[in-house]
C-alpha cells in the first residue's frame, strides 16, 4: 500500500512561470511532510518541510502548503528558474515517534521549459 | 566540508560474490540509513540505525546486512548478492533521525549484479 503519492511522473513549466508539484497521503497519522530535490548523479537535498500544524510554509521561492483534510501537500516554485529541473520526493513521517520512518514518494520530474 | 561518503560510486559485480558499500559521515550524527531507489518506485528504506548499535530493519531489508560499530560508519552488506539487488544505493544521516532534521544524503552506489 503506497502511503505517499506523486501521481505525475513528470511535469514540464515554462521558465519564469509557477511550477506546482504535488503529493498525497493515506496515513492520517503522519504530521510532518518534507520535499527533497534530486538532481542527476547526486543524492537528494532537503529543500523544505512543514508540520501538521501549518497550512503553509514558505522559504524564498519554494512554498508548501498542506491541507491536512484532503490528505494533500503541494509544492509551489515562483518564478521557475532553469536550475529547478529535477526529481523532486515528497516525504512524510510520524513527529515525535523515533521508531517511525520516513516514507517517500516516487517522484516527480520537473522540467523547465526555456 | 559536511558530508556523507559512499563508496565505491560505481559496482558491477556477479551473483553471490559478498560486496560492501561504504558510508561515513562526518557530522557526527546519530541517525543512519540506507535507501535503495529504483524506477516507479521511489526511495525505499533498507535499514536504519538510530545510534552506535543499534539498527532496525526498513521496509525492504531482505538480503542486506549493516553494522553501525561506531558513530561515522554504517557499511551495507551483500552476503549473496542477486540481479534483484540490481539499484541505485543511497546512503543518509541526520542529527537525532526525528522530525526536525532531515536527512543528509550521499553521492549514491549504482549497483548492477549479473
Known amino acids: 500500500d503506497q502511503q505517499v503519492k506523486q501521481n505525475s511522473p513528470s511535469l514540464s513549466v515554462q521558465e519564469g512561470r509557477i511550477s506546482i508539484l504535488n503529493c498525497d497521503y493515506t496515513n492520517s497519522m503522519f504530521d510532518y511532510f518534507l520535499w527533497y530535490k534530486k538532481y542527476p548523479a547526486e543524492g537528494p537535498t532537503f ?9 503553509k510554509n514558505e522559504d524564498g521561492r519554494f512554498t508548501v502548503f498542506l491541507n491536512k483534510s484532503a490528505k494533500h501537500l503541494s509544492l ?39 | 566540508e559536511a558530508q556523507v561518503t559512499q563508496n565505491p560510486r560505481y559496482l ?10 561504504t558510508c ?64 541505485l544505493y543511497f546512503c543518509a544521516s541526520s542529527p537525532t533521525g526525528t522530525e526536525n532534521s532531515p536527512l543528509h544524503f550521499g553521492n549514491g552506489t549504482r549497483l548492477t549484479v549479473t
Request: hydrophobic fraction near 30%.
Open chain 2, 12 to 21: 558491477i559485480t556477479v551473483t553471490g560474490k559478498k560486496l560492501t558499500v
Open chain 1, 76 to 114: 509551489h516554485i515562483v518564478p521557475s528558474q532553469p536550475g529547478d529541473s529535477a526529481v523532486y520526493f515528497c516525504a512524510a513521517s510520524r513527529w515525535g515517534n523515533r521508531d517511525d520512518k520516513i516514507i517517500f514518494g516516487k517522484g516527480t520530474r520537473l522540467h523547465i521549459l526555456p
Open chain 2, 24 to 87: 561515513s559521515q562526518n557530522m557526527n550524527h546519530e541517525y543512519m540509513s540506507w535507501y535503495r531507489q529504483d524506477p516507479g518506485l521511489g526511495l525505499r528504506q533498507i535499514y536504519y540505525s538510530m545510534n552506535v548499535e543499534v539498527t532496525d530493519k526498513g521496509d525492504v531489508p531482505e538480503g542486506y546486512k549493516v553494522s553501525r560499530k561506531e558513530k561515522r560508519n554504517f557499511p551495507l552488506i551483500l552476503e549473496s548478492p542477486s540481479p534483484n539487488q540490481t539499484s
Open chain 1, 47 to 55: 529543500l523544505i518541510s512543514i508540520s501538521s500544524i501549518k497550512d
